[in-house]
């Protein structure tokens, strides 16, 4: 279960308890979306408790008298008005100066029925224990529900003793935040819906893409945003010099430039980029100069450009790193000519005047006669099922369809071009499922279908349909290789390669093979090392999460035919009173399947992760 799901339920149970006098925090990193998600998720969950919703800002806080002037403003809204302030200027005169805030403040108004959340808590500017003290009034004397947000890790050092000490006073739950990857990027392209029409179309079919991102880079959704902001403004440069039509390839590589930057700056990285644009190598060059290393002045910046290709161009053969881009980036400037110079060489760098790749790039470019012919190759091609790669053929497809549906293509119909389209398809699956579970696997490499076409979208739903049945065929046998590749070497490098690493990719390979009977009888001449890491895999494997509970649930089966496999036929069959180091590693791994068998039993709060 997402974090987001799991901390708006324990909202849920905070203001729905009868009676408090604690207040709760959440955590998390600057950047992650907690004022978001506070400001819009919990004041609907408040809202729709029937309680009132009151937002505080701690920033820049010097004294913390000055939290109840700011808690009025957020619950009685009118206090900002022009009206209001000319009202208290003049009872002020009348009443001699007095301070009508402080007069308000110390009425005795009943907050029992309100959630205050108080945002930025890491950056007050006085005493850590004076803020706490005013919360806890409210919480504790006022019974009014209290939620703090907080990035923890941003404490001053100095305050870090009083805030530990003091905290323990006042918050009961500290609940720790972490978006999740498809609510926050959906939100940010549901936002561009209604207030930037112009990009919503280049977001929302880069959304697999940004989700991406977002998790490989720690989940920094004011990144995102700086992105979005850059992207409006080379997008207004590009109708002015360009025009929009049809040139979706140059429009994703100048998002991915600019999403790449601004997570780099964010990182702190503004020199390394700057001598990455000025001098982008390409991938071969790169590869070239890995393997020469000597003629390599400066084996970092390599390093460097190589890291940003994977991360931000993955599965692009040819990635396109953008000057105006990384000017953009930097200063919120656009240079309108660099960006059409930079629009010509992608064009004719990426295609190189290949008329049927131009046709899928920008055909308003194309003459009469290169159109026609690159329509007549793509018709052949499919006819003759000569197209290898899935995704090429959907963007085909998807071109021909808009073709067809403008009148301009006449020769073959709707109904013909689904028909060969299929049996290409069905050509590409027979002969390289391998490219149908890539398709689908990597997110960047995914075409940018047009919403209207229909026939593509169609053979995109076939091949979507047949995905599952030939994944398990596709992952079963890469399995297989993989473990033949251990049972052949056993050699650190390879064992660590398949164990030493904690991504999930790394290990599921060997996970779908626990029910082969094959791979629980190699467990008889396994060395100890690879038993011992695969007792540490099984540890890492599962924690206390729900999503560990449910994953464990699916592999308990499998998992208990390799544990009764080891306790009858390898933990001294023989009676023996001496064991082996063998029987020692295959009962140290039963009693860590052992230990997470215990998940499936226990509630999830008592649920303790294997040591």
Known sequence: MPSTRLISKAVEKYISASHTDFSIMITGEWGSGKTHYAKNVIRDIVTRSGMKFGYVSLYGIDDPKDIDGRVLNSLFPFRETNTYKLTKAVAEILLKRENIDIAVQQLNVSMENIVIVFDDFERINTDITGIFGVINNYSEHKHTKSILICDEGKIKPEQRDKYKTTKEKVVRFTLCYKADAEQAVSGIINESLNN?????????????????????KGSNIRTLHAARESLRNAVGSLQDRIGLSHIDDFIDAILKCLVGYHCELSRGYPEELKKFVKQPPKPLELLFLKRNSEDIDSGSDTVYAENFYRDYFQGDNNPFVSQSSLTL???????????????????????????????????????????????????????????????????????????????????????????????????????????????FNNPLNFPNLRVQCSVAAQLKEMASNKLESVRVKVERQKAR??????????????????????????????????????????????????????????????????????????????????YLYLRENLINPTGDSKRTLHMFACENLCESIDEVFNLIKLPIKDVKAPS
């Open 196 to 216: 930037y029409p112009e990009i919503y179309p280049i977001l929302a079919r880069n959304k697999n893409y940004l989700e991406h991102v977002f998790i490989l």
């Open 329 to 439: 980036s930097m200063y919120g400037v656009c240079d309108f000519d660099l960006i059409d110079g930079e629009y010509n060489l992608f064009i004719s760098e990426r295609y190189n005047n290949d008329n049927k790749m131009s046709l899928l790039s920008d055909y308003t470019r194309m003459s009469n006669e290169d159109f026609d012919c690159a329509i007549d190759e793509w018709i052949y091609s499919l006819e003759h099922k000569e197209i290898n790669d899935i995704i090429l053929l959907l963007r085909a497809v998807d071109y021909i369809c808009f073709f067809i549906e403008k009148r301009i293509v006449s020769r073959l119909s709707l109904v013909e071009l689904k028909n060969i389209g299929e049996k290409c398809l069905l050509h590409i699956i027979g002969n390289n499922p391998d490219n149908l579970v890539e398709s």
């Open 481 to 562: 290789e993989a473990w033949e590749n251990i049972l052949n070497s056993y050699t650190d490098d390879i064992v660590f390669s398949i164990f030493g690493v904690s991504s999930e990719w790394a290990r599921k390979p060997l996970f779908s093979l626990i029910d082969d009977k094959e791979f629980v009888r190699s467990f008889d001449s396994a060395p100890s090392r690879f038993i011992f890491l695969f007792d540490r895999v099984i540890k890492d494997r599962y924690n206390t999460s729900q999503n560990c509970k449910e994953l464990l649930r699916d592999e308990y089966e499998p998992l208990n035919n390799l």
